[in-house]
Each structure stands twice: as structure tokens, then as C-alpha cells.
């Protein structure tokens, strides 16, 4: 089966600026994560979907980053401004929706802010 | 709120050796699964094995192997006949079982073992 695929792969902005971050998880799966991985750390949750709607976003900053779930399917992670400490890379998950199952991860896209 | 804990950032160990990575974990619940996932330059995350607090036995798979302690709150990983390709990140990772809060189970990740192969 197909795994989560992540688009783009790379990006760099300018402080200030807005970017966009693209998720389509395995099909079938009713969750969907957003981690976000600093440098030398563990991913941090930031978001957790189940279909299209949102179970868990007490770690998202939510004065400039947003995500949707369209129709439960693909996601959407954006980050307007984006500030130098955003820089990391954003991993998406996604898992059957059934307590403790295993989580897989797409590639992540690295954001470079400067 | 859990928290999870790997004191060793670093590790290296001589091809086809044995190396164990520590993980320790705070929670208050009873019910959750472990984790140990690998990432490799390639960024994606990769289950390794995984471990349900209930079960007494120690999980394996092939050549990975963990050492579960509940009352003293650990979960090691254990590499033997190390290879090439198993260097990488290493990260332990922790999922409460709780269907609390409309099914939030997002993982806590600790900060990771970068486990080095020597040659």
C-alpha cells in the first residue's frame, strides 16, 4: 500500500512570510497527526485529526499556525508569519482509527526560515 | 502530562555487537503503549517494536528486543549482531491506551539516541 506522502520536501522563506504544508495519509485512515521536529529533539505533537475533526491541538500556536482536513482525507498545515524558531521539519502521521495501533510516518518537509 | 526520557544522545558500538538504548518514561496512567522508532537521514520515522504496558513478556522482533520494567518506569532497547544499517536516530516513545479526552493519543517522543556502527 502507498505510505503518507508530504509535499514539498524542502522549503525556505523569509521571516514574515506564510507557508503551506501538504498531507495525504494511507488511505483508509480515519487519523491524522502533524509533528513538528526541532533539531536535536523528539517530534512534538501539534495537531491530531480524526476524519475531519480535530481531537487534539493544545500544542498548536494558534495566533500563526492552522490546519484543515478536507473532506477527512489530505491536510493542511500553514504557519502565517513564520518566525526564525519555526524552522524544523514537519512530520505527518496517520493511523486506523483503533486505540494503540501503530502511527506511520510520511518524510516530513524541512523549513528553513531566515 | 508524560514525559519521556533518553540520557544517552550519543552511542556507538562495533559492527555485529550488542547495544542497548534506555529510555525511562513518567506517567500516572496504567493502560499505554511503548514505542522504540528509528529515523534515518531520510527523516521517516520507522517502528522498530513495540510493547503494551499490560503484557508482562518482553517484546521482540528479530534481532530488537526490549527490556521492560513497569514499576521502575523503563524500556530499553536492546540491538544485537548490530549492522551497517542500523545506524540512525533512535527514539522511544510513549501512546496512552486511555479512550479520554475523544480518542487524543498522539505520541511523546523523547529526544533521541543518534547510534553510531563502527565498521
Known amino acids: 500500500e502507498a505510505g503518507v506522502a508530504q509535499s514539498p520536501r524542502y522549503k525556505i522563506i523569509e521571516k514574515r512570510q506564510s507557508v503551506a504544508f501538504w498531507c495525504n495519509p494511507i488511505?483508509?485512515?480515519?487519523?491524522l497527526y502533524w509533528y513538528q521536529q526541532i533539531l536535536g529533539q523528539g517530534p512534538k505533537l501539534l495537531i491530531q485529526?480524526?476524519?475531519?475533526?480535530?481531537?487534539?491541538d493544545s500544542q498548536l500556536p494558534k495566533d500563526r499556525f492552522s490546519a484543515e482536513r478536507l473532506k477527512g482525507v489530505d491536510s493542511t498545515l500553514k504557519i502565517q508569519p513564520a518566525k526564525l524558531e519555526d524552522s524544523a521539519v514537519y512530520l505527518c502521521?496517520?493511523?486506523?482509527?483503533?486505540?494503540?495501533?501503530?502511527?506511520?510516518f510520511g518524510q516530513g518537509t524541512r523549513l528553513t526560515v531566515v | 502530562a508524560q514525559t519521556v526520557t533518553q540520557s544517552q544522545p550519543e552511542m556507538s558500538v562495533q559492527e555485529a555487537e550488542t547495544v542497548t538504548l534506555s529510555c525511562t518514561y513518567d506517567t500516572s496512567e496504567s493502560d499505554y503503549y511503548l514505542f522504540w522508532y528509528k529515523q534515518p537521514p531520510s527523516r521517516q520515522m520507522i517502528l522498530v517494536i513495540r510493547?503494551?504496558?499490560?503484557?508482562?513478556q518482553n517484546a521482540t522482533e528479530n534481532r530488537f528486543s526490549v527490556n521492560f520494567q513497569k514499576a521502575a518506569k523503563s524500556f530499553s532497547l536492546k540491538i544485537s549482531d548490530s549492522q551497517l544499517g542500523d545506524a540512525a536516530m533512535y527514539f522511544c516513545?510513549?501512546?496512552?491506551?486511555?479512550?479520554?479526552?475523544?480518542?487524543?493519543?498522539?505520541?511523546?517522543f523523547g529526544k533521541g539516541t543518534h547510534l553510531i556502527i563502527q565498521p
Open positions: 488511505s483508509g485512515h480515519a487519523t
Open positions: 516513545a510513549y501512546r496512552s491506551a486511555l479512550e479520554t479526552g475523544g480518542g487524543a493519543d498522539g505520541l511523546t
Open positions: 502521521a496517520s493511523s486506523s482509527y483503533r486505540v494503540g495501533t501503530e502511527a506511520f
Open positions: 510493547q503494551e504496558a499490560y503484557k508482562q
Open positions: 485529526f480524526q476524519n475531519n475533526g480535530v481531537v487534539d
